[in-house]
T-cell receptor, first 113, second 112 residues
Framework: KQEVTQIPAALSVPEGENLVLNCSFT??????LQWFRQDPGKGLTSLLL?????REQTSGRLNASLDKSSGRSTLYIAASQPGDSATYLC????????????FGKGTLLTVNP | NAGVTQTPKFRILKIGQSMTLQCTQD?????MYWYRQDPGMGLKLIYY???????DKGEVPNGYNVSRSTTEDFPLRLELAAPSQTSVYFC???????????FGPGTRLTVT
């Protein structure tokens, strides 16, 4: 059974810092990997999708990478801002036609002004 | 284009009552999903559907039922509500297994 670990569980940084969030899968056979942002009391917003043939994706100040040999992904946030404060969740699917995501518990990020 | 919509936003049920959580998407997505999220936990898959008329169980299906009669709608039925079903429920959809999943705003359910 696939399990996903996100480290750290919580992170507090001053504004302007670059930071890295980590995600690891017990089964390294990840097909697609998706990073989400969740604000308190809200739904999930998709940030980045790394498809099966890709190793990395970038969007603005965000960069996500996936090492399929180890089953580990990192989300890099450059020049953090208070508006980045949220919970960040990673989720992976192990392939097949049904596309079922397995989620980590998330990293709660606080960026202090 | 509203994306994925869910109703109601909040609901309180008494033990043993039943209800249906509604989910609609206007993106013509084939795949739809129901997840639940308990405090401090990741999302767990309840049921999913890969097209109208096709549904299958996820990781935590007990106590729930679904149907998919149209591409747009994927309602989740709770029969005989129990306190263990207190959670936030999210519906999601996607085109197929190469694309990102889009989530609705969630339904916060309390069973007392």
């Amino acid at each position: 059974k696939q399990e996903v670990t996100q480290i750290p569980a919580a992170l507090s940084v001053p504004e302007g810092e670059n930071l890295v969030l980590n995600c690891s899968f017990t089964d390294s056979a990840i097909y697609n990997l998706q990073w989400f942002r969740q604000d308190p009391g809200k739904g999930l917003t998709s940030l980045l999708l790394i498809q099966s043939s890709q190793r990395e994706q970038t969007s603005g100040r965000l960069n996500a990478s996936l090492d399929k040999s180890s089953g580990r992904s990192t989300l890099y946030i450059a020049a953090s801002q208070p508006g980045d404060s949220a919970t960040y969740l990673c989720a992976g699917d192990s392939g097949g036609s049904n596309y079922k995501l397995t989620f980590g518990k998330g990293t709660l990020l606080t960026v202090n002004p | 284009n509203a994306g994925v919509t869910q109703t109601p936003k909040f609901r309180i049920l008494k033990i043993g009552q039943s209800m249906t959580l509604q989910c609609t998407q206007d993106m013509n997505h084939n795949y739809m999903y129901w997840y639940r999220q308990d405090p401090g936990m990741g999302l767990k898959l309840i049921y999913y559907s890969v097209g109208a008329g096709i549904t299958d169980k996820g990781e935590v299906p007990n106590g729930y039922n679904v149907s998919r009669s149209t591409t747009e709608d994927f309602p989740l039925r709770l029969e005989l509500a129990a306190p263990s079903q207190t959670s936030v429920y999210f519906c999601a959809s996607t085109w197929d297994n190469f694309y990102e999943q889009y989530f609705g705003p969630g339904t916060r359910l309390t069973v007392t």
